[in-house]
C-alpha cells in the first residue's frame, strides 16, 4: 500500500530579552546648508560621545541614515531654510543602563534629539530559536502519531519537511518614569520565538 500523513506542528520557546536597540535622531534647523550640517554633526557627535561614556563598545554604534532638504514658506515657493538630519543605532547589552544613556544623550542633543524607537531582542537567539524547533518537530510528530493509532496504521520515515522562518514576537518594552523627564526604566520582560513546521511521513506499510 502507499502512502503517507502531512502534519504541521508548532512550537515556542521564551528567552529574557537582554538587549535594546536604540534608534536616535538629531534634527536641526538653519538658514543655509552648511549651518544645518555643522550643526547636526556637531550635536550627533555629542550624543556618539554620551553612549561611550556609558560603556557602550564601538561595533554597537551605527549610523542608519544623514541627509538634508529645504524648508519651505508655507504658502508660497520660495526656500526660507534647510534641515539635517542623521540618525544612529545604539546596541545596549545592559538593559539597566538604557534610562541613563537616555538621559545622557538628551542632555547632549537638547531639542534637536528625536528616538524613533526603543526595541527589546535577544543577544543569541540561537539557541531559543532551537527549542522552538525542537518543540515544533515534536508537536507534529504527537499529531502524526495520533492520527496514525486512529487510521490503525504506524508511522514510516520522514519523506519531506518544510520550515517556516522562526518569528521573534514580544511587548513593547515598558518606559516608567524615573526622576527626570528623560530618564527611563525599561521592564525587559521576555521575548517569544515561534517555529512552524510540516512533515510529511510515509505510512510503515507504504513499500509493501
Not at 76 to 87: C, E, K, L, W
Not at 135 to 144: I, L, N, S, V, Y
Not at 159 to 169: E, G, I, K, T, W
Amino acid at each position: 500500500m502507499k502512502g503517507h500523513i502531512d502534519v504541521t506542528g508548532f512550537g515556542t520557546a521564551s528567552a529574557p530579552s537582554d538587549v535594546v536597540l536604540l534608534d536616535l535622531r538629531v534634527q536641526c534647523d538653519a538658514p543655509d546648508v552648511s549651518s544645518a550640517l555643522q550643526d547636526a554633526s556637531a550635536r550627533m557627535a555629542g550624543v556618539q560621545e554620551a553612549v561611550r561614556t556609558h560603556g557602550v563598545a564601538p561595533a554597537d554604534v551605527r549610523t542608519t541614515g544623514s541627509g538634508v532638504h529645504q524648508r519651505w514658506a508655507e504658502g508660497r515657493p520660495d526656500v526660507v531654510g534647510y534641515t539635517a538630519f542623521q540618525s544612529l543605532q545604539v546596541r545596549v547589552r545592559d538593559v539597566r543602563a538604557v534610562g541613563a544613556i537616555v538621559g545622557s544623550v538628551a542632555s547632549a542633543a537638547g531639542n534637536s534629539l528625536g528616538i524613533d524607537g526603543i526595541t527589546l531582542a535577544i543577544g543569541d537567539p540561537e539557541p531559543v530559536a532551537r527549542a522552538a524547533r525542537d518543540a515544533a518537530f515534536a508537536d507534529a510528530r504527537g499529531k502524526a502519531e495520533q492520527y496514525a493509532a486512529l487510521a490503525g496504521r504506524a508511522l514510516g520515515r520522514v519523506v519531506r519537511l518544510s520550515d517556516v522562518p522562526v518569528v521573534v514576537a514580544g511587548p513593547m518594552p515598558r518606559m516608567m518614569r524615573a526622576g527626570a523627564p528623560a530618564e527611563l526604566a525599561v521592564e525587559p520582560g521576555e521575548q517569544a520565538v515561534t517555529a512552524q513546521v510540516t512533515v510529511r511521513w510515509a505510512w510503515a506499510d507504504a513499500d509493501r
